[in-house]
């Protein structure tokens, strides 16, 4: 890494990937495929379960984080439970039906 910054700073190659707009891209499309790749795991799961808990974040705003876990049961001998860490979102209203409006929000229902 520290040979291909000084061959930029030397102008001995022009073209790099390390502006913060390409940066944020590759961020958003490697984000893009995990997300993807989660929720193909919990449409083919047989059992998943979706985990929601309200914090406060420094601010002391609610924030609410969303995990899913699914039970992994290709091999029958061992089934694996497998949890995944899907985002934080902040929220306004802690009511049944404002969490639910935003959980089929992020989970694109």
Known sequence: MAEHL?????KQISDHYLG???????INLLGS???NEIKLRVKTSEYFLI?????????HD?????TLRIV??????AARIEEYF???VHITSKTGLSLTKELKHQINI
Not at 20 to 26: D, G, K, M, T
Not at 51 to 59: K, R, S, Y
Not at 62 to 66: A, G, I, P, V
Not at 72 to 77: E, L, P, R, S
């Open 62 to 66: 609610e924030q609410l984080t969303l």
């Open 72 to 77: 992994d049961i290709t091999d029958k001998a």
């Open 86 to 88: 899907v985002t934080f």
């Open 6 to 10: 000084r061959q930029i700073v030397n």
């Open 51 to 59: 985990l929601l808990d309200g914090i406060p974040d420094n601010g």
């Open 20 to 26: 913060p707009s390409i940066q944020n891209e590759l």
């Open 33 to 35: 495929k995990v997300c």
